[in-house]
C-alpha cells in the first residue's frame, strides 16, 4: 500500500476527514499502490457436475415411484468433446443433421476448445424443470 494512502486511511481513522472525503482521495489517487491483479489466472469455472433428475409418479408405476438420479462430472463432458474428433465422417454428418432436425446448429467437427468453454459458462446458468403430470425431470448445474 503507498504511503498516500496509509496517510488518507490515517487521517479517517483519526476524524481528521470524513469518509465522503477520504473516497474522494483515494479516487483521486487513482491506481497508485493498488494491490496488482495477475490478469493471466483464467477464471475458476464453479460447475462441477451437470445433474439430472428424473421422478416418475406412483400412478405411473405401481409398484413405486421410478428415480433416476445422474451427475455428470464437467471433466467428462471435456473429455468427450474431445474424443469427438475421433467420430467417423459418416456418423458425424448424421448425428449433426439429426440435431440440425431438432433446430440445433451445431457441427461436432467445428467445435472448438473455447466454443466448449462458453458453452460450459452458459450451462452455469442451466435450470430446466418439467413437470408433465406423468412426473418431474429438473436439470441443472453444480
Known sequence: ????????????A???????????LLSALGDEGAPRTDTTVPPVNKMKYLRVTVDALKSQH?????KVNIRVPVALIRAGMKFSSL???EASE?????LCEKGININLKNL???DLETLLEALTDLEVEIDDGKGHVTIHAE
Open 112 to 114: 472448438k476448445e473455447e
Open 94 to 98: 448424421q448425428v449433426d443433421k439429426a
Open 14 to 24: 483519526n476524524g481528521k476527514i470524513s469518509v465522503d472525503e477520504a473516497s474522494k
Open 87 to 89: 467420430i467417423p465422417k
Open 1 to 12: 500500500m503507498s504511503e498516500n494512502r496509509k496517510r488518507i486511511l490515517e487521517l479517517l
Open 62 to 66: 405401481p409398484d413405486g415411484p421410478e
